[in-house]
């Protein structure tokens, strides 16, 4: 740690910080595999549920909780509540939702730690959870305009001619949409343009997801990462319980990565299933208090929230590159340098995306251009980059990633004696979000 | 019409009367005799009162309509005739209700059991609420008698007679849905409009207007077969030769009751309802005066009053249990956990050394919560909240704010003092140790603990969401409050406690290892299987003790035998038999390997013909079935005796309980001591000491039964 930042950990100290008490998540699965059937309600549950216990928290001491899911289910929208309601957490513990693409749980933490600092809760927990093995399967807008039309048909007549206009096609169901809701652009195409643009090679894309699964797969033989992730079971409890992330690559070869064709451009595309975060399923949550409760309730907190920053950026070009205009905003409000940071982890929603960031990290040009300042944020030194892996190789259940790479940040931070962390994610329709913790 | 005792009267401007039944200083209604005494005048008044157009009957009760006829009223009676005398009484009120020249209306919240449904069954309407707490049954059968208030006759007429037959039959309380569906009742309104929904009723049935019967009752499997069998008496037949075939096959003819109900509603529904009332009246003197009748009913008194007992005798306070913590996920922790959750309500967290361990025990909960859901008793976001306070664990953590620990792990004295250690270590300094063990002295297990006050037995049965009974052992250093938190914690799992002391095998397994040991003497003497299990099935017991054997592992018996015969002494020897089978890696129906067969189609039905080479036998020796049974329960009931004796049980009362609970004594001799007092002290000393002199010491009478046939006392008073 440099002297710079012991100054500034003492100094802050005289503050009652945003503590994180403690985190936890379900192993991440692959779509369709452990947990195929749980909604994302249920893994929420299971997982905040859990953490409870590891935390041996009463229930009763918990006054809001603060959860998201990107893919929401219709019947239950505020996923927070039902989790208060679904568990045997205090009925009077307050609850919200909240919604920011890949980066939800960085904004459902940032939600809760306003209402801390501003004295509003002492306690809460924070999360998110996505399943995309139970979406929402719904009609097509014809037959959904006619069954609204038909609730309000008074006689047989009427009904029938609503009926008349359907067509056998607008009968059949509809998977949830793919594309974003305002460019028409899927995000496999976002991160394709992205690498095009920059010239970004099949190779070193899939160099990136093969480090990835390494460092992945290590951390995992190295039982770091056993204390921060639940077993998991599930309903109806036959299937053996789930220890691990069932994505993680344990032997992976670059080799391998090289055998797949390109997954979104058919034709001249870098993109391939292997250096894309796949689909997957899980939740992860973490314990937020005041510090003066936290220690008056005799807990050592994992670590505090330094600073936090959000960006939005164009959507239809360059949307992944949120990190790039979050990061510096958030070094900036805890007037520190990428320099001053002993880990940085960011996103890996493509490896197309997480290069063309480590790109703009260290370029001038981006630095002046888009960020209207002179000097870059900073080279990223790759020894402190993403050292246990990152999404290519954990998976990506959207509203799980932004709490995983949390409570994984401050844990590493720890085992590492303390210092500063930076953690960082884009999101669909062109946001960042970038969050500073610091251990002591 | 002011000054009731038993209910209010009130005329409304709408022409409709209100009688509110509100027996005073009970916490619910019961049918009484003074009660209908006092009605019976009020309802002629009404009769010739033109400003009444309709009559609602009610409960003054929260929760609760009429919970039955109050029974400490049969216990007053002397002769059968007596009993008649009281049955018909009741039937001229019912009947002058049923005759009344104006609609009366039920409306029932809360149990509405026994004479309380009678009552609502000689109204011209029911209405009840939606309440979990609302229930309608005819339990009489449950207490060896029947529904003597004209419930064999109204019932089998309203919703017809193969339905009426299993509702007496069983006893079985239905829900407000099942009631509906079988057109017990008109309607099912919530609570809040439970009044608005009889006086329309009671002005529907004065406009004339039919009643309805749910369309989808006459399509049901019910329906068709209702209209099949029950309008013609070929059909009826049919359905009393199914009912008797039944019964016989369910009481060996031990209980004379269902016989009776079946051949009153046969009576009723062939000559009429005079005749049929005349038939309920007689039977019901019978059966009231019986000596099953009273078993049976000093078994409800017992229990009765247990559900009262916070097990202590001084007035120490239970804690509040809010945390339970189970290890072990095998079939004793699964259970215990299922209970502590479903029933109980309690947060659990349940530790295993492997997370398939705890895989197991989420799923045997899951199982069970499920079953309920796919039938609709709960929805499903119910049934996952309520699974959602069971979790899991293989280290300590959640285990902090535990307030009991129940362990469940292998009966191996090390692994338990071990299991104490880790406790005191990880959970609070107020955590109550709580160890299912069934076989080792709990003082023993308490040698390991810092704070032995807080360490107690608790003994449950398997399968433990289906054995009503939990032994409670205290030491002589465990703590009141300990005791008496874990005799609430039982209730609130809806068990019966009885509390013990310390002792080798405790009460139950102490009583039942001679009766048990004594069937293996029978066998190794040469003396077929199934003719012990089916003499004992005979006597009343729902299993013989070979299948128990079997059932529960020739291996656990094997484990308690040799500490009773360390205890006791010669007459506890184990059988030289289920050491041999031991030795066979006979373990009974967990390794399909027992004295019955597991392969194949009849699971544990068919005898394994080789056990008997494995015990060089054949099994071809005679003893009256008459012999074996008696022989068994002399045994158990002197060994009882002896626990009353040296203090193991708090009561005779817990004896008896206990042993019908936990091991399954039959009911309708009262328990071990009660049937000891029905034969007569003397009796018994007598018949033990015919089989010491045939078959040795084991028989010897507990001196207790010696001084008692001395001074001619009996158990119970």
Same mark, same amino acid.
């Given at each position: 740690?440099?002297?710079?930042?012991?100054?500034?950990?003492?100094?802050?100290?005289?503050?009652?910080?945003?503590?994180?008490?403690?985190?936890?998540?379900?192993?991440?699965?692959?779509?369709?595999?452990?947990?195929?059937?749980?909604?994302?309600?249920?893994?929420?549950?299971?997982?905040?549920?859990?953490?409870?216990?590891?935390?041996?928290?009463?229930?009763?001491?918990?006054?809001?909780?603060?959860?998201?899911?990107?893919?929401?289910?219709?019947?239950?929208?505020?996923?927070?509540?039902?989790?208060?309601?679904?568990?045997?957490?205090?009925?009077?513990?307050?609850?919200?939702?909240?919604?920011?693409?890949?980066?939800?749980?960085?904004?459902?933490?940032?939600?809760?730690?306003?209402?801390?600092?501003?004295?509003?809760?002492?306690?809460?927990?924070?999360?998110?959870?996505?399943?995309?093995?139970?979406?929402?399967?719904?009609?097509?807008?014809?037959?959904?305009?006619?069954?609204?039309?038909?609730?309000?048909?008074?006689?047989?007549?009427?009904k029938l001619s609503i009926l008349k206009k359907l067509r056998f096609k607008d009968l059949l169901p509809v998977p949830p949409a793919i594309k974003e809701?305002?460019?028409?652009?899927?995000?496999?195409?976002?991160?394709?343009?992205?690498?095009?643009?920059?010239?970004?090679?099949?190779?070193?894309?899939?160099?990136?997801?093969?480090?990835?699964?390494?460092?992945? &797969?290590? /951390?995992?033989? =190295?039982?770091?990462? $056993?204390?921060?992730?639940?077993?998991? @079971? !599930?309903? %109806?409890?036959?299937?053996?319980?789930?220890?691990?992330?069932?994505?993680?690559?344990?032997?992976?070869?670059?080799?391998?990565?090289?055998?797949?064709?390109?997954?979104?451009?058919?034709?001249?595309?870098?993109?391939?299933?292997?250096?894309?975060?796949?689909?997957?399923?899980?939740?992860?949550?973490?314990?937020?208090?005041?510090?003066?409760?936290?220690?008056?309730?005799?807990?050592?907190?994992?670590?505090?929230?330094?600073?936090? &920053?959000? /960006?939005?950026? =164009?959507?239809?070009? $360059?949307?992944?590159?949120?990190?790039? @205009? !979050?990061? %510096?905003?958030?070094?900036?409000?805890?007037?520190?340098?990428?320099?001053?940071?002993?880990?940085?982890?960011?996103?890996?929603?493509?490896?197309?995306?997480?290069?063309?960031?480590?790109?703009?990290?260290?370029?001038?040009?981006?630095?002046?251009?888009?960020?209207?300042?002179?000097?870059?944020?900073?080279?990223?030194?790759?020894?402190?980059?993403?050292?246990?892996?990152?999404?290519?190789?954990?998976?990506?259940?959207?509203?799980?990633?932004? /709490?995983?790479?949390?409570?994984?940040?401050?844990?590493?931070?720890?085992?590492?004696?303390?210092?500063?962390?930076?953690?960082?994610?884009?999101?669909?329709?062109?946001?960042?979000?970038?969050?500073?913790?610091?251990?002591? | 019409m002011s000054d009731n005792t038993f209910f209010t009267f009130e005329q409304q401007d709408d022409g409709i009367a209100v009688i509110s039944i509100d027996l005073p200083g009970e916490s619910q209604n019961v049918l009484k005799m003074e009660f209908i005494e006092e009605l019976q005048p009020v309802i002629e008044q009404i009769k010739t009162d033109s400003s009444i157009k309709g009559l609602i009957i009610k409960s003054g009760k929260e929760g609760s309509f009429i919970a039955g006829a109050d029974i400490t009223m049969f216990g007053k009676v002397d002769t059968a005739e007596d009993a008649e005398q009281l049955s018909s009484s009741g039937h001229r009120f019912f009947n002058a209700l049923e005759q009344l020249n104006k609609p009366v209306v039920a409306a029932i919240h809360g149990a509405c059991l026994g004479g309380g449904l009678e009552l609502a069954l000689a109204c011209s309407g029911r209405v009840i609420t939606d309440s979990p707490k609302t229930k309608l049954g005819l339990p009489e059968v449950q207490l060896g008698v029947l529904p003597g208030g004209g419930g064999t006759q109204r019932l089998p007429r309203l919703v017809g007679i193969a339905p009426s037959l299993d509702m007496m039959l069983t006893g079985k309380q239905l829900f407000p849905k099942q009631a509906r569906k079988l057109g017990l009742v008109d309607e099912v309104v919530p609570q809040a409009n439970l009044m608005k929904a009889a006086r329309k009723c009671v002005n529907d049935l004065r406009k004339g207007k039919e009643k309805k019967t749910p369309v989808s009752s006459y399509f049901s499997v019910k329906g068709i077969q209702k209209l099949l069998l029950e309008t013609n008496p070929l059909g009826r037949n049919i359905i009393f030769d199914q009912a008797r075939k039944t019964v016989q096959k369910k009481t060996k003819g031990n209980y004379p009751a269902p016989k009776k109900i079946i051949e009153c509603v046969e009576k009723g529904m062939a000559q009429g309802m005079t005749a049929g009332l005349a038939i309920e009246a007689r039977n019901f003197g019978q059966?009231?005066?019986?000596?099953?009748?009273?078993?049976?009913?000093?078994?409800?008194?017992?229990?009765?009053?247990?559900?009262?007992?916070?097990?202590?005798?001084?007035?120490?306070?239970?804690?509040?249990?809010?945390?339970?913590?189970?290890?072990?996920?095998?079939?004793?922790?699964?259970?215990?956990?299922?209970?502590?959750?479903?029933?109980?309500?309690?947060?659990?967290?349940?530790?295993?050394?492997?997370?398939?361990?705890?895989?197991?025990?989420?799923?045997?909960?899951?199982?069970?919560?499920?079953?309920?859901?796919?039938?609709?008793?709960?929805?499903?976001?119910?049934?996952?909240?309520?699974?959602?306070?069971?979790?899991?664990?293989?280290?300590?953590?959640?285990?902090?704010?535990?307030?009991?620990?129940?362990?469940?792990?292998?009966?191996?004295?090390k692994l338990k003092h071990q299991m104490v250690e880790e406790v005191e270590q990880n959970c609070s300094e107020k955590t109550i140790f709580a160890t299912n063990t069934s076989s080792i002295p709990i003082t023993t297990i308490a040698e390991a603990a810092k704070r032995p006050e807080q360490v107690v037995g608790l003994h449950y049965f398997s399968p433990v969401e289906k054995m009503p009974l939990v032994e409670i052992i205290a030491t002589d250093k465990t703590a009141d409050w300990v005791i008496t938190t874990c005799v609430e914690l039982a209730k609130t799992q809806g068990k019966t406690p009885i509390v013990v002391n310390d002792g080798a095998g405790f009460y139950v397994n102490r009583i039942l290892a001679p009766y048990i040991n004594e069937a293996g003497i029978l066998l190794s003497e040469g003396v077929a299987i199934e003719k012990l299990d089916k003499a004992m099935v005979k006597a009343g017991f729902p299993v013989g003790p070979i299948t128990l054997l079997d059932?529960?592992?020739?291996?656990?018996?094997?484990?308690?035998?040799?500490?009773?015969?360390?205890?006791?002494?010669?007459?506890?020897?184990?059988?030289?038999?289920?050491?041999?089978?031991?030795?066979?890696?006979?373990?009974?129906?967990?390794?399909?390997?027992?004295?019955?067969?597991?392969?194949?189609?009849?699971?544990g039905k068919e005898v394994d013909e080789s056990v008997y080479s494995v015990l060089g036998v054949s099994p071809d020796k005679h003893v009256d079935a008459k012999e074996i049974s008696e022989r068994g329960l002399l045994l158990m009931a002197n060994e009882a005796a002896r626990c009353l004796d040296e203090g193991i049980i708090r009561s005779a009362r817990d004896g008896d309980i206990g042993a019908i609970f936990g091991i399954g004594f039959p009911p309708f001799h009262g328990g071990p001591l009660r049937y000891m007092d029905s034969l007569g002290i003397e009796t018994v000393v007598e018949r033990l000491q015919y089989y010491q002199k045939q078959h040795g010491d084991r028989f010897a009478p507990a001196e207790i039964l010696l001084t008692m046939k001395e001074n001619g006392e009996n158990f119970h008073s």
């Open positions: 740690m440099s002297e710079n930042t012991t100054k500034k950990t003492t100094r802050s100290k005289k503050e009652d910080r945003v503590a994180i008490v403690s985190g936890l998540r379900t192993p991440f699965a692959k779509q369709a595999t452990h947990f195929r059937g749980i909604n994302a309600i249920e893994l929420g549950k299971m997982v905040v549920n859990e953490l409870m216990q590891k935390t041996e928290l009463e229930p009763k001491l918990i006054e809001r909780v603060v959860f998201g899911q990107v893919v929401v289910l219709p019947e239950a929208p505020n996923i927070a509540r039902e989790i208060v309601l679904g568990t045997p957490m205090d009925v009077h513990t307050d609850a919200f939702s909240v919604s920011r693409a890949c980066a939800t749980s960085f904004q459902s933490v940032a939600c809760l730690a306003e209402s801390i600092m501003v004295g509003d809760v002492s306690v809460g927990i924070a999360g998110g959870a996505d399943s995309s093995s139970v979406v929402p399967i719904g009609v097509s807008k014809k037959l959904s305009l006619a069954l609204v039309d038909l609730q309000k048909a008074r006689t047989m007549g009427q809701y305002s460019t028409g652009l899927t995000m496999g195409q976002n991160a394709e343009q992205m690498a095009r643009d920059r010239g970004i090679t099949r190779q070193e894309q899939d160099e990136l997801a093969h480090r990835s699964h390494t460092l992945a &797969a290590q /951390a995992w033989e =190295e039982g770091k990462l $056993d204390g921060e992730v639940m077993t998991a @079971y !599930a309903e %109806p409890y036959t299937k053996d319980p789930l220890h691990q992330d069932n994505i993680v690559r344990f032997d992976s070869t670059l080799d391998g990565y090289a055998k797949l064709r390109p997954a979104f451009d058919k034709k001249y595309g870098t993109l391939t299933a292997a250096n894309s975060t796949p689909l997957s399923d899980g939740a992860a949550a973490v314990v937020l208090m005041k510090e003066s409760q936290a220690k008056a309730l005799g807990y050592e907190p994992l670590g505090y929230i330094k600073s936090y &920053a959000f /960006a939005a950026i =164009e959507a239809d070009h $360059d949307m992944l590159m949120g990190p790039s @205009y !979050a990061t %510096p905003k958030a070094l900036k409000k805890a007037k520190l340098k990428l320099s001053d940071l002993d880990l940085i982890d960011m996103h890996e929603a493509f490896a197309a995306q997480t290069i063309s960031n480590i790109q703009a990290f260290g370029s001038t040009k981006f630095a002046k251009e888009h960020l209207g300042q002179r000097t870059k944020i900073g080279e990223i030194d790759m020894d402190k980059f993403n050292v246990l892996g990152g999404s290519l190789a954990y998976g990506h259940p959207f509203a799980a990633t932004g /709490a995983r790479m949390i409570t994984q940040t401050l844990n590493e931070l720890k085992r590492r004696g303390g210092g500063l962390g930076l953690t960082t994610a884009c999101a669909a329709g062109g946001l960042g979000a970038a969050m500073i913790l610091e251990v002591e | 059966l009231v005066v019986s000596r099953e009748a009273k078993a049976l009913i000093s078994v409800f008194f017992a229990t009765t009053d247990l559900k009262k007992d916070n097990g202590i005798d001084s007035d120490a306070e239970a804690i509040a249990i809010n945390k339970v913590g189970v290890l072990g996920g095998g079939l004793m922790g699964s259970g215990i956990a299922y209970v502590s959750v479903d029933k109980a309500k309690k947060q659990v967290r349940i530790k295993d050394v492997r997370t398939e361990g705890v895989n197991g025990a989420l799923n045997y909960s899951w199982t069970l919560i499920a079953k309920k859901m796919k039938k609709r008793i709960i929805s499903p976001s119910t049934a996952r909240h309520t699974m959602s306070y069971l979790t899991g664990t293989t280290d300590y953590s959640g285990f902090k704010h535990v307030d009991m620990v129940i362990e469940a792990v292998f009966e191996d004295i059932e529960v592992g020739i291996d656990v018996a094997t484990k308690v035998a040799p500490i009773l015969q360390d205890a006791f002494g010669e007459r506890m020897a184990t059988p030289k038999a289920f050491e041999k089978l031991k030795e066979d890696d006979r373990k009974g129906k967990k390794n399909k390997r027992g004295f019955y067969q597991y392969d194949g189609k009849s699971k």
